[in-house]
């Protein structure tokens, strides 16, 4: 239905154009000025809320705990663990960057994988919450003594 609506309005501005040449054109210049204009207001108000909501609460005010990685199947890693919201703030999700690393006995620790686990949760002012997300690390060489850590590498709040 909507592309009938266009084309009549196409045919509609070339019937204009021919009778009334610069009004015609006049008209679509202001119609898609006014279109350009909705659109990138609508993008500079969406990037706005997005640095808002990634600027309420600061990692320090997440204590994380039970903090556990396991394999779950092939080159995917469940993670799992708590999170308590000490802001003022809900949050509402919580990115980590999960890093993998292998120490061989007698070797330096060498990281061998890294992956941003994106959680998407609803968590109070003062209230806890259970994590959990997956973490994907193909191409991982044989594990010898593996350790693993986090941080948290973003927040969004409201």
Not at 46 to 54: C, I, L, M, T
Not at 63 to 91: C, E, I, P
Not at 95 to 103: A, F, G, Q, S
Request: proline share 4%; with cysteine.
């Amino acid at each position: 239905m909507a592309w009938l609506v266009g084309i009549f309005c196409a045919l509609l501005a070339l019937a204009l154009l021919f009778r009334y040449p610069l009004q015609t054109i006049g008209t679509v210049a202001v119609v898609v000025g006014g279109i350009w204009l909705f659109i990138d207001s609508n993008a500079k108000n969406n990037q706005r809320r997005y640095e808002q909501a990634r600027s309420l609460v600061h990692a320090n005010q997440i204590a994380l705990g039970d903090m556990r990685l396991g394999n779950s199947f092939g080159s995917s890693w469940q993670l799992t663990g708590n999170a308590t919201n000490n802001s003022a703030h809900t949050v509402t999700a919580i990115e980590l960057m999960v890093y993998l690393e292998n120490c061989p006995a007698g070797g330096p620790c060498v990281t061998i994988g890294e992956y941003n686990v994106h959680n998407s949760i609803n968590i109070p002012p003062g209230q806890l919450r259970a994590l959990k997300g997956y973490a994907s690390f193909p191409n991982l060489p044989a594990l010898d003594g593996w350790r693993w850590n986090y941080r948290i590498s973003a927040i969004a709040a409201r």
